[in-house]
């Protein structure tokens, strides 16, 4: 079951599901790069405003699933109309400002976004557009991500599958004898 916090703002109900923090892997795979799993940390947070802030950061795995070197980093905010419209704008750390739109699927925890808008650093590797499928499935985030460039039609490129990162002060808050690191509780 899916908590709603009580201070968030009543526009974002329907994007709930994205709340907290989410961990887990995936793979990267575009012509010209080379192809590896990496990990990545994903953060939906809110302030009480009617947008979730984002924070994704990723990084290349070796053979045994140890972090190697950062691959992408990118932050934005996401917002939801009544008509279940969604928009996003995401900065990535490589020198490019996306706006996204698309909707969440009725009856479902899914959202369908494409790129309306790209702005690139002239040092920005080619890029000129993007698709994202967001899906909660059986209590995980999965995406997928498409991309484009002058020299690439759209074509899939970077996939995962997250958990959700609990704290334990959050599901023992009612309990007076837990400890600030949350370790001794589990001794």
Known sequence: ??????????????????????????????????????????????????????????????????????LESESGFWRIDKDRKVDVTITRDEGVIEIWTGELADQKPQIDIVTDAVARLPEAPEYSGGKRLYGYVNSDL????????????????????????????????????????GIAFFK
């Open 142 to 181: 999965m995406w997928v991500g498409e991309k484009a460039t002058p020299a690439v039609t759209l074509r899939p490129y970077m996939s995962a599958h997250l958990k959700k990162v609990v704290d334990p002060r959050e599901w023992a808050k009612d309990l007076k004898d837990l400890p600030d690191d």
């Open 1 to 70: 079951m899916i908590e709603i916090p009580s201070d968030l703002h009543p526009d974002l109900v329907p994007l709930v599901f994205l709340l907290g923090r989410w961990e887990g892997a995936g793979v990267y795979d575009f012509p010209g790069a080379e192809k590896c799993n990496f990990g990545q940390e994903v953060t939906f947070s809110h302030d009480g405003r009617s947008f979730l802030e984002y924070t994704s950061h990723t990084w290349v795995l070796d053979a045994e699933g140890k972090k190697l070197r950062p």
